[in-house]
């Protein structure tokens, strides 16, 4: 059953891992929970389809029957189910895809049978499509697990009909790519031998690298990691050379809706421009107390994955080597979860804590959204950067982000040297890079009026997903 046609002018249909509130393990999930609803007020139909996983959200909405169907994966035969989340609570029409034992599991990612996981997805999303009686104007898959759509409808038999649909591929991480081996080949749906040079990348099937092959547009979202990927991007470097005829970038934006400091549901002090300094001061003590910390000083907070690619392994050392060379003049704070080996070393620092030093191990939502209203300062040292949505936070709830010059964090931070500068930038993922930022930002904080200003500028600052949501539409429109 496909769900009732409107007046809207283009029917767009988002395929992903994630969206945010119902899943979310990075920004994936935060852009794909809101672009869809900016596209949805610009006059279009924009849906989200998207795996079941056992989330507390699948437990607190009501859910309606839409399709019921099987397919194949290699010799497998399974059966699916689509439902439809009844009020539109998103702001848009968002499906789940349930196929038992598969799919209906706690996380995300991170189980041995991803491959197969996502593979039966994609299958079972095309083939559901497929069965529609008005087909959509665009499909936009985002990062590898949707990968395989654009071959997909092109190139297998029982798709067809799916063959002139204009398709998009958004990459938020090219270092993931989905890679597997030609032996499971038969997950693929049939289609001409010949076509196999479309699914290869270095001898093996690359979801990643056949989306950018076969999607009829290719963006990313920033311009400047656009750039960087035919330099640096997990040995796909000539792949994005060849193709950058289709590719561009589009800049994320955020979700006001969600974060804005004057109506965050997550904060016991929301707090706006006009109350700037007190706002920022309750958070911030609040915060403080409860992780132990002298609110006095300039605090640093890190959120994120600890993981190299976000240069969550320098933070240790850059942590040692500011007490050390700067002195007790700050405190830090760390929210993450990832390699276990950083988990420790970041577990450790709490031996020299004194008051000065803290963190929290894990995923919290909430606590997130404290400190970035609490902080001083965003540390941000990532060796590959997307986009980054991170210091797009910091800087509306008016924490200073201390970044390194890669990606979206180039196109969106400037220094504070330059007159129109409002952040720190440096150069290398290196802890003295690292180190020498935080010492200038020490430095700035104690410029009461300067940071102040500064503060007040980047609330102001304009990141909101309406401008990005309308260049999409563009890009669509010029099918
Ligand atoms: P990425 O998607 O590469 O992880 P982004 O900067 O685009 O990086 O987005 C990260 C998102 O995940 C942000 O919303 C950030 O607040 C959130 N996040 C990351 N780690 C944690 C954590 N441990 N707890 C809560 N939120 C987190
Ligand atoms: C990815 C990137 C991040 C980006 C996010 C949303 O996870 O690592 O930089 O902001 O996707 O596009």
Redesign the pocket.
């Known amino acids: 059953m496909f769900p009732d046609p409107n007046e809207s002018d283009m029917n767009i249909v988002h395929i992903s891992a994630e969206c945010y509130p119902v899943a979310k393990a ?3 999930g ?2 794909v929970g809101a672009l869809p609803r900016f596209q949805t007020e610009l006059g279009n139909r924009a849906m989200v389809i998207m795996p079941m996983y056992r989330t507390p959200y699948l437990y607190s909405h009501n859910w309606q029957v839409v399709h019921k169907s099987s397919a194949n994966l290699g010799h497998w035969f399974f059966d699916y189910t689509v439902i439809k989340e009844q009020t539109n609570a998103q702001g848009f029409e968002l499906y789940l895809i349930d196929i038992n034992g598969l799919l209906d599991r706690e996380r995300v990612y991170g189980y041995n049978d991803d491959t197969e996981r996502f593979c039966a997805f994609q299958i079972s999303a095309v083939h559901w499509i497929n069965a529609w009686d008005q087909l959509p104007d665009v499909v936009h898959v985002h990062d590898h697990h949707a990968g395989l759509i654009p071959f997909m409808m092109q190139h297998c038999y029982a798709f067809k009909r799916l063959a002139g649909i204009p398709s998009v591929l958004t990459i ?2 090219a270092q993931y790519q989905g890679q597997f081996s030609w032996d499971k080949s038969i997950y693929v749906p049939q289609w001409d031998s010949w076509k196999r040079g479309l699914l290869e990348w270095e001898g093996s099937i690359n979801p990643l690298a056949s989306a950018v092959k076969c999607a009829w547009k290719v963006t990313t ?1 920033s311009t400047t990691y656009l750039h960087e990927l035919r330099s640096m991007s997990n040995g796909l470097e000539p792949l994005f050379e060849y193709e950058k005829g289709k590719c561009s970038g589009i800049l ?1 934006g955020i979700d006001y809706t969600v974060w804005d400091p004057s109506h965050d549901r997550y904060l016991e002090h929301p707090f706006s421009t006009l109350h700037l300094s007190a706002g920022k001061k309750s958070n911030k003590e609040l915060l403080c107390s409860q992780f132990g910390l002298d609110p006095s000083k300039p605090l640093f907070v890190f959120i994120g994955r600890l993981v190299g690619e976000k240069g969550a392994d320098l933070l240790p050392q850059v942590v040692y080597d500011s007490f050390e060379f700067i002195g007790r003049k700050m405190t830090f704070l760390m929210l993450g979860s990832g390699e276990s080996d950083i988990e420790h070393r970041l577990r450790q620092l709490n031996a020299l804590s004194q008051g000065d030093y803290a963190e929290y191990i894990g995923y919290n939502e909430r606590l997130s959204h404290q400190m970035y209203a609490g902080a001083d300062f965003l540390l941000m040292p990532s060796r590959v ?5 991170n210091q797009l936070y910091a800087l509306r709830y008016g924490t200073v982000p201390i970044v390194r010059k890669t ?2 964090l180039y196109d969106t931070v400037i220094d504070m040297g330059d007159p129109s500068g409002y952040g720190f930038t440096f150069q290398h993922a290196a802890v003295g890079d690292v180190t020498q930022a935080i010492y200038r930002a020490v430095h700035f904080f104690s410029e009461k009026d300067h940071f102040h200003a500064i503060r007040q500028k980047i609330m102001g600052l304009d990141y909101s997903w309406d401008r990005s949501a309308a260049e999409y539409i563009r890009l669509y429109k010029g099918f």
Do not use: K
């Open positions: 990075g920004g994936l935060d852009v938020h991480n979202v994320n950067e997307p986009c980054g949505l990606g979206g």
